[in-house]
């Protein structure tokens, strides 16, 4: 005999600029029946005195984490939550996925407020990156600053068009066009366009509302990008010289295989070029590393913002000890430390299904690898690089130290 479904208890009901009004009559009704209706202050305004005067209002604690607990205690309660736009999109509602059974949560969407500025802008949705900064670091824009790109970010206050125009600045882009799209779908809508450099300079012309979408068109030209495949230009990174050099870190990368919501252990991050290629792989990723040199874990911490992965977490360590207690990873990369134990207790952490890459540029870590292989079987490859360079009037191949390479996929 089937369970018969229970009715959703926790209900999230998207609203626009004009408030309650736009909401459907379903949706007035759950507000109606609520026995707590929980809202920013200015949304928790916007609902009537007489609708549902017996309800208790909740402001969003600080911090926000404090409310699932509190949600979870009225468990069976009818409890209402109001928010901006489509909630499941850089929304609450998304939060509430992780905190809650799905079957206890309804979702009544509203247009998101980038849906009102695709429309307003003419720029299809599917054809354009969707981001945000509220609540984020700027910094994680910087991977989507492409040549012909199309963003529309989300902002944090009316000061985020300043912040974004000085990065575009920064890199160039002075003449990147931008409009400011303030309370979309309401009657104080205004879109106010301009460029980065206007915008970066600031003055009055340029002081906006808190509720705005940025909207970023980048030209086809542009004097300095990154791609957003692997094999960044190893000047792309500050380094003492110790690092994974660009098409060595490509090789690398591909056996690494990154994917959404993966999980990376960097050991010896060393300046961080393999953990900040595998965030930049997709937004998802995650990525821990492991450096005992103060100096390095520097160079990678700054090289993690410039390069728009922010989250890279570091710890200040040596491997295996330092990384006892992690959660286990979908694939680890051993460019620093390599030792038997490192490599049996990587083994051990690794998830099924999971990759481990190591590199060896010495005879005894080649050695190890060698037993490893043979102890374990996976792939052993030889990556030899040669460039070419000035000798004298002519050019001669230059050769790198050749790297030894271990690639073992977990069964």
Avoid at 128 to 141: D, S, V, W
């Amino acid at each position: 005999m089937n369970d018969v479904a229970k009715e959703p208890w926790l209900s999230v009901i998207g609203i626009g600029e004009s408030g309650v009004e736009d909401i459907s009559n379903f949706g007035w009704s759950l507000l109606a029946q609520a026995e707590y209706i929980l809202g920013g202050a200015r949304h928790l305004a916007m609902v009537p005195d007489d609708l549902a005067p017996e309800a208790e209002r909740i402001v969003w604690p600080s911090p926000l984490s404090e409310v699932f607990a509190r949600l979870k205690r009225l468990r069976g309660k009818k409890v209402a939550v109001l928010a901006s736009g489509d909630p499941m999109f850089f929304g609450i509602g998304g939060t509430f996925s992780r905190h809650f059974p799905w079957e206890e949560v309804r979702v009544l969407p509203f247009p998101s407020s980038l849906s009102f500025a695709a429309s307003r802008m003419g720029w299809p949705l599917n054809k354009t990156t969707l981001l945000t900064i509220h609540g984020r670091n700027p910094a994680a824009l910087l991977p989507h600053y492409l040549p012909g790109a199309k963003l529309l970010i989300l902002s944090k206050d009316g000061t985020s068009p300043a912040t974004v125009a000085k990065q575009l600045v920064e890199r160039g882009l002075e003449q990147a066009s931008i409009s400011v799209l303030e309370h979309l779908g309401g009657d104080e809508e205004k879109i106010i366009a301009s460029n980065a450099a206007a915008i970066a300079a600031g003055g009055d012309a340029f002081r906006f509302a808190d509720l705005n979408v940025i909207a970023v068109s980048l030209p086809q030209e542009m004097p300095f990008w990154l791609p957003v495949t692997p094999g960044l230009p190893d000047d792309a990174f500050d380094h003492d010289g110790k690092m994974t050099k660009r098409d060595i870190r490509a090789s690398a990368m591909a056996k690494l295989a990154p994917r959404p919501n993966a999980l990376l252990w960097d050991v010896g991050t060393g300046c961080g070029s393999i953990a900040i290629e595998w965030l930049r792989a997709h937004p998802t990723c995650r990525a821990v590393g492991i450096e005992p040199q103060e100096k390095r874990r520097a160079y990678a911490l700054h090289n993690a913002e410039m390069l728009g992965v922010p989250h890279l977490r570091l710890l200040n360590g040596t491997a295996p000890d330092g990384l006892r207690g992690e959660e286990a990873p979908d694939a680890i990369f051993i460019g620093g430390g390599l030792s038997a134990d490192v490599v049996n207790f990587c083994l051990k952490a690794l998830k099924p299904g999971g990759r481990l890459v190591a590199h060896a540029v010495t005879l005894g870590s080649e050695q190890l690898l060698l037993n490893l292989y043979q102890s374990h079987g996976g792939d052993l490859t030889r990556l030899s690089i040669a460039k070419a360079e000035p000798v004298g009037p002519l050019h001669g191949w230059k050769s790198a130290m050749p790297v030894t390479q271990w690639v073992f996929l977990k069964q």
